[in-house]
Nanobody
Framework: QVQLVESGGGLVQPGGSLSVSCAATGSIFSIYNMGWYRQAPGKQRELVATINSGGGTNYADSVKGRFTISRNNTKNTVYLQMNSLKPEDTAVYYC??????????????WGQGTQVTVSS
């Protein structure tokens, strides 16, 4: 199994910056894509950004130019730097990893979520 432990998040004023990180631990054989999703109250979970093992990235249109995703393959960690935050960015942010372990084949794993609140 793979455990995803998120850190960061919190409360920030509009226009401010915040970062979150997510470390994957466990009997990892290989991690393919890693990414961040978010879910606001009353809404469905949506993609924020993903990054593959080669560093290729994909962003939701709503965060392009403001958010930056990166990863450290040695540490099995993915980061999300969020700048110019808006109230509509308020949500629980979930880390995702597509990974293969020494026992299980390739599958999705999710973190427990971390709250990001943008408010004055």
């Amino acid at each position: 199994q793979v455990q995803l432990v998120e850190s960061g998040g919190g409360l920030v004023q509009p226009g401010g910056s915040l970062s979150v990180s997510c470390a994957a631990t466990g009997s990892i054989f290989s991690i393919y894509n890693m990414g961040w999703y978010r879910q606001a109250p009353g809404k469905q979970r949506e993609l924020v950004a993903t990054i593959n093992s080669g560093g290729g990235t994909n962003y939701a249109d709503s965060v392009k130019g403001r958010f930056t995703i990166s990863r450290n393959n040695t540490k099995n960690t993915v980061y999300l730097q969020m700048n110019s935050l808006k109230p509509e960015d308020t949500a629980v942010y979930y880390c995702n990893a597509v990974a293969r372990t020494t026992v299980w084949p390739r599958r999705d794993y999710w973190g427990q979520g971390t709250q990001v609140t943008v408010s004055s």
